[in-house]
């Protein structure tokens, strides 16, 4: 019997201006299995999010007066998450509070990330980011929106731990596998790539891509993983 094969997706959706149905309609057509979601503005939208898709949705908690981190975990049944939980990151923007959600369904623990726009935030972030996962055993899967380039210190201190999955389709040499460029802002017109999925050695990427129009700022990343090889 062939190992199992879950497809993972993680995306800024910019608040789901371009409404709930269009999202939708992006996921539904890419038959993601878990979504990682950064930028998921007002609860209201993201539970009609969750709806539409028949996912579950795993999000940040109330945080009043403070500001919303809004990342947040989707989950499509019959896959459950055992908990959930999110960590604000330290040393940010007041008024754009960071942070990663963290759920633990049973046989994945999926992270979804938002990294700050300046770099030394970053920087602090990236640190309170690995001390987390080095409490999380595998498999693990983190995607999100780094707000840094593949050569930036951030994206390559978070690599050294669970490599870049666009790397590692189809060789281990570092350079770009996945299916086209990897781009993914603007999503008008690419021309960086500052959004990533990142797996440990539990995971076999087998494909992996961009996706989504014009109906986020950013473009969606999506993987096959193969799990437990």
Known sequence: MSPPVVRVATWNVHGLRAGTEAVARVIRDEAVDILLLQETGPRRRLRMLGAALGMVVYSDPSSFPRRRVQNAVLARPPREVRSHRLVRFD????????????????????????????????GRHVEQLLEILRGIDEPVVVGGDLNAHPEDAVTATIAAVLPDVWTRVGGSDGRDHGQGHGRTFPSSVPTARIDYLFTGSAFRPLRVWTSGGTVSDHLMVIADLEVGV
């Open 91 to 122: 040393g940010g923007s007041l008024v754009h509070p960071r942070g990663a959600v963290i759920a633990r369904l049973e046989d994945i623990t999926a992270v979804s990330v938002h990294l700050g726009l300046v770099g030394a935030e970053r």
